[in-house]
């Protein structure tokens, strides 16, 4: 079992920033990547960053591509979101989530274990 602790999110104006973290405990050893997926009132859930936990490959939705940067530090078992130039459309709760095994990183399916969530509110 892999249990997923997210923070950071919070109220912010538009054009600002903040950043989420993720921490990992218990069987990490077996993570093959971390992703990060958001989900708005009445919207499904969506793919929004991934990354490889060996080799650090990312990939971005485009709607956040150029503004959002996933990062992780292996030693800390723990994946960041820097989220810049934030827009009213990025307001939504934001779920990490581990996956296992290798597969098509931006489908939910792929992913084993996921985090509570953590409310990001971007104001006009």
């Known amino acids: 079992q892999v249990q997923l602790v997210e923070s950071g999110g919070g109220l912010v104006q538009a054009g600002g920033s903040l950043r989420l973290s993720c921490a990992a405990s218990?069987?990490?050893?077996?993570?093959?990547?971390m992703g990060w997926f958001r989900q708005a009132p009445e919207k499904e859930r969506e793919f929004v960053a991934t990354?490889?936990?060996?080799?650090?490959?990312?990939h971005y939705a485009d709607s956040v591509k150029g503004r959002f940067t996933i990062s992780r530090d292996n030693a800390k078992n723990t994946c960041y979101l820097q989220m810049n130039s934030l827009k009213p459309e990025d307001t939504a709760v934001y779920y990490c989530?581990?996956?296992?095994?290798?597969?098509?990183?931006?489908?939910?399916?792929?992913?084993?274990?996921w985090g509570q969530g953590t409310q990001v509110t971007v104001s006009s």
């Open positions: 989530a581990v996956a296992s095994t290798p597969g098509r990183l931006s489908l939910q399916d792929v992913y084993n274990y």
């Open positions: 218990g069987r990490t050893f077996s993570n093959y990547a």
């Open positions: 990354i490889t936990w060996g080799g650090g490959s990312t």
